[in-house]
């Protein structure tokens, strides 16, 4: 069964979000499903594969709430296609 929810978003990024699923010719709602499920995947695949110890993550979070990028993709692809590249999709 699926859940109904409500949220608060920021008016600018909900307008960039009805745009991009209007350009991806998708509804909202299988928009951000399917963005929640990579983030959830990624999670789950770094928890398995990844040997990092809590200070090193703790550093990371600190550098993220500065402004600073703690790392950069670099790649000609979007973050979407490594991740469903990564899937085998």
């Given at each position: 069964?699926?859940?109904?929810?409500?949220?608060?978003?920021?008016?600018?990024l909900w307008k960039k979000v009805e745009?991009?699923?209007?350009?991806?010719g998708v509804t909202l709602r299988s928009?951000?499903?399917?963005?929640?499920?990579?983030?959830?995947?990624?999670?789950?695949?770094?928890?398995?594969?990844?040997?990092?110890?809590?200070?090193?993550?703790?550093?990371?979070?600190?550098?993220?709430?500065?402004?600073?990028?703690?790392?950069?993709?670099?790649?000609?692809?979007?973050?979407?296609?490594?991740?469903?590249?990564?899937?085998?999709?």
């Amino acid at each position: 069964m699926d859940e109904v929810t409500s949220i608060r978003i920021d008016a600018e990024l909900w307008k960039k979000v009805e745009i991009l699923a209007a350009k991806r010719g998708v509804t909202l709602r299988s928009l951000i499903e399917e963005l929640l499920a990579m983030e959830v995947e990624a999670e789950e695949l770094l928890s398995e594969k990844v040997a990092i110890d809590e200070s090193t993550v703790k550093a990371l979070l600190e550098e993220r709430k500065t402004g600073k990028v703690p790392f950069i993709i670099v790649s000609k692809k979007t973050a979407v296609e490594l991740v469903r590249e990564g899937r085998g999709d």
